[in-house]
């Protein structure tokens, strides 16, 4: 991939590839996991790739933005929105990096509304704050906390939990 900074100094490139590599190692371990719930786990190398190939062909802007990660997110939802995400298998269950978790949590997660699934993944798997989560599926804190409700009144009558 060519370099749209074709108009710079070396020592300016330089600094923009380090720059870019900095903002990669900090962004995308949060990006990969938020996405493995918008996208499902084959997926989800796919569009992280393709989020950072934009990027760095939009290095400019993404470093004006207020939530890079979150518009990246964005990108790399739409960048796999026509192929078909099979909703039983968002959860990997062998990661050693994901907390322990509720055994019937993937089957009750894949209940849920696509909406209310990347809602709740996002607020309480990604620990993403109701703005950057908002943010990310473009809709109002609102309407991002109207998700969050029922999706956890689905999966607390999923799982048998009267509070969670």
């Not at 050693?96 to 696509?114: H, I, K, Q």
């Not at 709740?120 to 599926?137: N, P, Q, T």
Request: aromatic share 10%; glycine share 6%.
């Amino acid at each position: 991939m060519s370099s749209p900074f074709a108009d710079v100094s070396t020592a300016s490139t330089a600094a923009i590839h380090d720059d870019f590599a900095r903002f990669v190692a900090e962004v995308e371990p949060r990006l990969r996991r938020a996405l493995v719930g918008a996208v499902g786990v084959d997926d989800t190398a796919d569009a992280v790739a393709q989020s950072f190939a934009w990027a760095w062909e939009n290095w400019q802007f993404v470093t004006t933005m207020t939530n890079p990660a979150g518009y990246l997110y964005r990108v790399a939802r739409s960048s796999v929105h026509r192929r078909v995400v099979k909703t039983t298998k968002w959860l990997v269950t062998h990661d050693s990096t994901l907390p322990d978790y509720e055994p019937g949590l993937g089957a009750a997660m894949a209940t849920l509304t696509p909406n209310q699934r990347t809602a709740v993944w996002l607020v309480y798997g990604c620990d993403w704050s109701y703005r950057d989560a908002s943010e990310a599926l473009g809709v109002s804190a609102s309407t991002l906390g109207n998700h969050l409700a029922r999706g956890l009144a689905k999966l607390r009558k999923s799982l048998g939990e009267d509070v969670l």
